[in-house]
């Protein structure tokens, strides 16, 4: 009986230990460089595109809502350039993306140009970093891209657009 009871103190402190390890992973305390990294590998990852996925990047930033996009900015790489505190609790992080293309709808256009975006953080009640502004369009790779497309497909009844949608997809591969 004593040996039961010290292995449920053991798997009762494992799992505490478990639980406070994973919620420092989901805040955002470190440093600002490190929450815009989560938000732009999220954003890449297409979790702006949707109502549905758009809460993985909630706890990342301050706005409570986002204007609905007609358009997304398709990345090839993106890279931290600069980062400057300014104050405990206030920082800028510059970004620098490689625009391949901009998607409106079905319709793709290619290009090639760098964008560069400051983003400006603040602490929270919580002490995590917290991005303030801009607000900017979702910029995600050609891969989420296409599979975005591939689930639009798999609603989709009209054959019309189920066949722009395979074209975009070739097109998005082609970046």
């Not at 406070?20 to 805040?27: A, D, E, P, R, V």
Request: aromatic fraction near 6%; proline fraction near 3%.
């Amino acid at each position: 009986m004593l040996k039961i009871k010290h292995y449920a103190t053991a798997k009762m402190l494992l799992v505490l230990v478990m639980i406070m390890i994973g919620s420092t992973k989901l805040c955002n305390g470190g440093q600002p460089e490190e929450t815009v990294k989560k938000y732009y590998v999220a954003d890449l990852n297409g979790s702006r595109l949707s109502a549905a996925t758009s809460k993985t990047v909630k706890n990342l930033v301050l706005w409570q809502e986002e204007p609905g996009w007609d358009y997304a900015f398709i990345t090839n790489n993106v890279r931290i350039v600069n980062v400057n505190k300014t104050a405990d609790i206030e920082a800028s992080v510059e970004v620098r993306y490689e625009i391949v293309g901009i998607l409106r709808g079905d319709d793709l256009l290619s290009l090639q140009f760098n964008e560069v975006v400051d983003f400006y953080l603040t602490k929270d009640g919580n002490k995590d970093w917290k991005i303030k502004s801009p607000i900017i369009p979702p910029h995600i790779s050609n891969l989420s891209a296409g599979r975005h497309a591939k689930q639009l497909i798999s609603v989709e009844s009209d054959k019309e657009r189920k066949k722009k949608l395979n074209h975009l997809i070739e097109r998005l591969r082609e970046l």
